[in-house]
């Protein structure tokens, strides 16, 4: 298989296969995909499922996921990553998470806890890394010996318990 042609969701979906093809020996290729085990067939950094739930966007087209829907200022793809809702210009802004104990920076930083992916960062410096103007960091009580760079635009500190930075 070459380029996807055709991607629909669940069991009722139809479509129509096409005989296009000069080759006498050309066939389709089906493919089924786990809801739960989502591809990204356009690369855009949005998975198939995700863009299929959504009428705006196509799991086929790679450009919606640069294109900023409700005016925001966020993409559709940071909005799908950062766990915003890409139709609602109000939501935008979300809390990001530090833990010097249980982080790491390899994570995303967008949930308190690991889970489903997505975890706390272990340094300051990692949350700021991802955190736009407006942005909450909430940073758990714990030693965070590191060099802060200035960060782009306001991020609010929210510390949660004690907190060192030095
Ligand atoms: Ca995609
Ligand atoms: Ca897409
Ligand atoms: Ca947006
Ligand atoms: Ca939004």
Redesign the pocket.
């Known amino acids: 298989m070459t380029v996807a042609t055709y991607m629909a969701l669940g069991q009722q979906a139809s479509g129509q296969l096409l005989g296009t093809s000069t080759n006498s020996m050309g066939f389709y290729y089906v493919q089924r995909v786990a809801i739960t085990n989502a591809l990204d067939t356009?690369q855009?950094g949005?998975d198939d499922v995700y863009?299929l739930n959504r009428s705006f966007?196509?799991?086929?087209?790679?450009i919606?996921?640069t294109q900023d829907l409700d005016g925001d200022g966020f993409i559709n793809v940071q909005e799908y990553q950062r766990g915003t809702d890409p139709t609602n210009i109000q939501s935008a802004h979300i809390i990001l998470y530090a833990n010097s104990l249980t982080g790491d920076d390899l994570y995303d930083g967008v949930k308190p806890i690991v889970e489903n992916g997505h975890g706390p960062k272990e340094t300051v410096e990692g949350g700021l890394a991802v955190a736009f103007d407006q942005d909450i960091l909430e940073i758990k009580g714990g030693s965070y010996d590191e060099q802060i760079l200035k960060p782009n635009g306001t991020i609010i500190f929210r510390p949660r318990g004690t907190v060192f930075i030095r």
């Open positions: 356009d855009d949005i863009e966007l196509d799991p086929l087209d790679q919606d996921g």
